[in-house]
């Protein structure tokens, strides 16, 4: 989005940040919604993703302008894929986790959601180990760019590396 526009002042790109976090967290409404469905009635599925977009926490990040909100849409899309729609999708979903696992490194959590959905919901197919084994492909070509990158520039990709030393501390 910084790419697109040319500002010429530093708080101009911190007040698009801003409303592009605000816009982010108002269209989460949309796949909220949609987990809240597949357990509730419709009505009790609005109140819930009005509760979470009136959540403090949501509307302070996205105020900050920090990675939350973009974050938190694309798990739950991806989560929401896993669960509602047949298999044809379940490949968007293993791309909506690559993609959050860029944002946030934590988004190895959704990844591993995706995967244990894609085998309790395919358990009866006989194929289910390909569909493991093209998601898992999909996932590291989603966010292999990003980790080739910040390897070369910072040393180290933030989030397998992140991973491995978090034990090393204890």
Same mark, same amino acid.
Do not use: H, W
């Given at each position: 989005?910084f ?16 409303l ?16 809240? %469905?597949? !357990?509730?009635?419709?009505? *009790?599925?609005?109140?819930?993703? /009005?509760? !979470?977009?009136?959540?403090?926490? @949501?509307?302070?990040? /996205?105020?900050?302008?920090?990675? &939350?909100?973009?974050?938190?849409? =694309? +798990?739950? /899309? ?17 791309? *909506?986790?690559? *993609?959050?696992?860029?944002? %946030?490194?934590?988004?190895? !959590?959704?990844?591993a ?11 009866? &197919?006989?194929?289910? =180990? =390909?569909?493991?084994?093209? +998601?898992?492909? @999909?996932?590291? =070509?989603? @966010? ?7 390897? &070369?520039?910072? +040393?180290? &990709? ?8 978090? +034990?090393?501390?204890?």
């Amino acid at each position: 989005f910084f790419s697109v526009f040319n500002f010429e002042e530093t708080i101009q790109y911190m007040q698009l940040q801003v409303l592009l976090s605000i816009v982010i967290s108002v269209i989460t409404i949309i796949p909220v919604y949609f987990l809240c %469905r597949i !357990f509730f009635s419709s009505k *009790l599925s609005i109140i819930g993703a /009005s509760l !979470f977009v009136l959540e403090p926490r @949501i509307i302070q990040n /996205s105020i900050l302008g920090i990675t &939350d909100s973009l974050y938190i849409f =694309l +798990g739950i /899309s991806a989560i929401v894929i896993i669960l509602k729609y047949n298999t044809k999708f379940i490949y968007i979903s293993f791309i *909506l986790a690559g *993609l959050s696992t860029i944002v %946030r490194s934590e988004g190895l !959590f959704v990844f591993a959601i995706i995967l244990v959905g894609v085998i309790i919901k395919n358990r009866k &197919d006989k194929r289910v =180990l =390909l569909k493991i084994i093209i +998601g898992i492909t @999909i996932f590291f =070509l989603v @966010i292999s760019p990003v980790s080739v990158y910040k390897m &070369d520039t910072i +040393g180290s &990709d933030g989030i397998i590396s992140r991973l491995l030393n978090s +034990g090393q501390n204890y």
